[in-house]
């Protein structure tokens, strides 16, 4: 890594979550998360309301990212900034702000791709925490997006599969919905998969060509299961829920292993990271790990904080552009829809 002493602050709001993080020489000095609470109540993220947020917690989210890091704002060397995909409206709230106190401060200004950032994660500077070595399998797993990418090198990335409706948080939350639990559903099916037989209902597996995901055929499936039970005993839910959220991730983590096991075989890569809201989730981690005895891989699997949307992931890729000196013009476009 360079010599110099680089400072990068990175802001992220591609969904509803408002974030700010300074690094220094590829180590975080600071990560603070502001999440919306308002999304509960509806069940899901309502894009409106996520971008108002936004504008409320910008201005104090960085302003606790620079007293944390114990820096002032002049000697920043960089902004960097979710350019998308996300929510249209999220994003231009971070990428106004940053165009704005880039140009104040008379610093360069770094777009970044959500998606890279989360695979790149793993190249922060975290204790106990190995980094990946190229190439290597990056599995992207979250509420908006389950990818497999192919990583050459740090900006060299290729998509060679991903979901062709639902992504694998959504499969979780729909899920959810279905059984009468809160939003987001995935950290309560996984706590109470753990108290459940993973085996008690089978669910169907979609067959979807290639490495591609499929999840919206679970989700009926689940839906129609439990409309069926629900018919003959009204108290099936609260009297199986542990076995029926066991028996869910049991279907889902067989769904994202059977695409991995697949892309090993067809790249001959064994070096495995994940990353993402979902790869929080406990049954995904176990079943990486004992992967590495059972199939010889090597598995990368980040920090907790580092997992759902934050800022840090932003500012280690605005880190790694300002080695490259790989600046923005003030004239870019937030873009939803942004592909790798």
């Known amino acids: 890594m360079s010599s110099q002493n680089i400072y990068i602050l990175g802001i992220e ?4 979550d408002t974030a700010a993080s300074v690094i220094y020489n590829g180590r ?22 996520a971008s108002r947020a936004h504008q409320q917690n910008i201005v104090p989210v960085v302003d606790q ?16 900034f979710t350019r998308g995909p996300g929510l249209m409206g999220s994003l231009l709230v971070g990428t106004s702000f ?12 770094i777009d970044v791709n959500h998606m890279q950032a ?20 990056a599995m992207t797993i979250s509420g908006g997006h389950t990818q497999i990418v192919k990583v050459a090198s740090y900006f060299d990335m290729t998509v060679i599969g991903e979901t062709i409706d639902d992504a694998v948080g959504e499969a979780y939350d729909k899920s959810g ?37 499929s999840f919206s055929g679970l989700k009926t499936a689940i839906l129609y299961f439990i409309q069926r039970e629900t018919k003959v005993n009204p108290n099936f839910i609260t009297e199986n829920l542990n076995d029926i959220c066991a028996s869910i991730q049991y279907t889902i983590i067989g769904i994202l292993m059977d695409k991995l ?7 001959g890569i064994k070096r495995i990271a994940i990353g993402g809201g979902v790869s929080a989730n406990s049954g995904i981690r176990q079943i990486l790990k004992e992967s590495e005895q059972k199939f010889g891989w090597t598995t990368y699997i980040p920090k907790f904080e ?22 923005a013009q003030h004239d870019t476009l937030a873009s939803a829809r942004l592909k790798i």
């Open 98 to 109: 940053a165009k704005s106190l880039a140009f104040g401060l008379n610093i360069p200004l």
């Open 118 to 137: 989360h695979i790149l994660a793993h190249f922060i500077d975290e204790e106990g925490f190995d980094k990946p070595q190229f190439p290597f399998l």
């Open 13 to 16: 709001s591609s969904c509803d």
């Open 28 to 49: 975080i000095l600071s990560n603070v998360i502001a999440t919306q609470k308002i999304h509960e109540e509806y069940g899901g993220v309502v894009p409106e309301l």
């Open 261 to 267: 096991k697949m892309a090993t075989k067809e790249t």
């Open 306 to 327: 580092f997992t759902t949307d934050n800022a840090a992931m932003i500012a280690i890729v605005g880190y790694l552009k300002y080695l490259n000196q790989d600046f």
């Open 177 to 213: 919905k279905i059984l009468g639990l809160g939003y987001p559903a995935g950290p309560e099916i996984d706590r109470r998969a753990q108290l459940g037989n993973p085996k008690a209902y089978k669910f169907t597996r979609p067959k979807v060509a290639g490495l591609n995901f």
């Open 65 to 80: 990212a620079l007293k944390k890091a114990n820096i002032k704002k002049d000697q920043l060397n960089a902004i960097a």
